[in-house]
């Protein structure tokens, strides 16, 4: 069973226990409501930037997507050879 932690104290633990949460809800069908500010989604982005190059691959934005339940396995999203920036990500989700 996973701990709750808040964001403030330890950021990636917040997220990663956020994401389980999540993916427990979408499993089940229950509701699941996510609420995230600005520095949620900068804090993701910048665990899956870990060489600080200010992108992420489009392989890990998909995933990304997924993991938050807001593009399914069916959906079909087009990598169109542009790397993702944080503009894009935070768009995005």
Excluded at 41 to 65: C, H, N, P, W
Excluded at 70 to 88: P, S
Aim: hydrophobic share 40%; glycine share 6%; charged share 25%.
């Amino acid at each position: 069973m996973s701990q709750n932690y808040s964001f403030a104290e330890r950021p990636r633990e917040y997220l990663i226990s956020l994401l389980e949460r999540l993916r427990i809800a979408k499993l089940t069908g229950v509701a699941f409501p996510l609420f995230m500010d600005n520095s949620n989604i900068v804090s993701m982005f910048d665990m899956m930037d870990s060489a600080g190059k200010g992108t992420i691959t489009f392989v890990q934005y998909r995933e990304a997507l997924k993991n938050l339940g807001l593009c399914t396995d069916n959906e079909v999203l087009l990598d169109d050879g542009h790397i993702i920036t944080l503009d894009k990500f935070r768009d995005e989700v």
